[in-house]
């Protein structure tokens, strides 16, 4: 499936024109599309066929509270990193015994609403959060489900800030550590070991690494069946690439396939979320400005880093197309450029378009790790997220004013003695 294409050389999203939804919302504008959403998580349900699982998706990728409900109807669990993103799911109709609980810094009192929500299971990263979870757990005369997240120091070949699979890494912890943590984990009254699980990093397109992981993550669930230690799940992580470039990634069928031949019947947890939500969005901005030099040519759009910072985060590319066909503008390679004052500010380079002032164009594949990371810098009004379904369409997060920016600000007042 593929929502956002081209008829008579018109952009449209599902069965509606781009160019339609902007005379409805303005520019810039965040585009997604629930059907592609729904095929994209359909897709990992049923390349599991009847063997054990739950479909965790990456609340991070993408946290508005529309796309987590679309996913939540599906009977999607959730890997969460923040009792922010447990909060948002618990918001959409999502169920909180769904619930995986990973990142690094987990503290007291999110542990303590996790457990009174009743999570999944904590994906523990360190021996210090093992003894917090413990006491926590202990304090609230509950039992805390654990799964201990082992780093198998695997070089997953992505970007070096979107690794997480290497020994020097902040994420999990060696197999050696995680085996004594699993025996004492196993000793305590207030924990219940239910995992083990391991994520190498994000944007991967070639499954070797996955594969590599997966078997240094059996040989520890071996090794803790001599403590008589046994494992409930297999937490396997997300990080399955999208194409940005029309370049191959992996395909899911036939990777969740070689995991289920491997594992027997233990049940997979799985982590997607550029997988599900990456293809399902666009960005959408338009063209203010035109300017030329002996060195470069500038399309200075509306839409800044602000709104999309994965390229001038990641260096990453995304394909930058009209929305419609122009052929009166000027044909020249393009720097696509905003308004924020940063020589880093840009959405796309050395692009070979025909343009002219009032284009609009589309930043493809933009569902994953776009509005979410988006800030106010330059108090720059953050843009507003649409959802369409067919013929439908409707707004899920409106756009920012100027007066909401300081609204929760106030002018020092000195103390009178």
Known sequence: MNAFNFQNNCLY??????????????SPLYIYSKSQIEFNWNLFKKSFG?????????????????????????????????LGELERVIAAGGNPSKCVYSGVAKNEYSIQKALEYGIYCFNVESEGELDCIDSVASSLNMTAPISIRVNPNVDANTH????????????GVGADIAFSMFKKAALSENLKV???????????????????????????????????????????GGGIGVSYDQEETINIEDYLNSVTNRVDQIKILVEPGRSIVGNAGIFVTKVEYLKQNNLKSFAIVDGAMNDLIRPSLYQSY?????????????????????????????????????????????????????????????SRPRVPEIM??????????????????????SLFEDEID
């Not at 999203?13 to 303005?26: P, R, W």
């Not at 990456?58 to 990193?81: C, P, W």
């Not at 997966?214 to 297999?234: F, G, S, Y």
């Open 388 to 409: 369409v379904s067919g013929n439908k369409h409707s707004t899920i997060r409106k756009r920012e004013t100027i007066d909401s920016l300081y609204e929760n600000e």
């Open 194 to 236: 239910c995992g083990l699980d391991y994520h190498i990093g994000s944007q991967i397109t070639d499954v070797s690494p996955f594969i590599e992981a997966l078997d240094r993550a059996l040989e520890l669930v071996e090794k803790l069946k001599t403590e008589n230690i046994l494992i409930d799940h297999l937490d396997i």
């Open 50 to 82: 009847d063997h054990p699982h739950l479909i965790c998706y990456a609340v991070k990728a993408n946290s508005n509270i529309a796309v987590l409900n679309t996913l939540a109807k599906l009977g999607s669990g959730f890997d969460i990193v923040s």
């Open 160 to 171: 070096p800030y979107i690794s997480t699979g290497l020994a020097e890494n902040k994420f």
């Open 318 to 378: 995304h394909q930058a197309v009209l929305i419609d066909d122009n052929s009166k503008g000027i044909n020249d390679t393009w720097d696509i450029v905003g308004p924020v004052c940063e020589s880093t500010d840009f959405l796309a380079k050395d692009r070979n378009l025909t343009l002219e002032k009032g284009d609009y164009i589309a930043i493809m594949t933009a569902g994953a790790y776009g509005f979410v990371l988006s800030s106010n810098y330059n």
């Open 13 to 26: 999203a599902e069965s509606l024109l781009v160019k339609d939804l902007i005379k409805s919302y303005g």
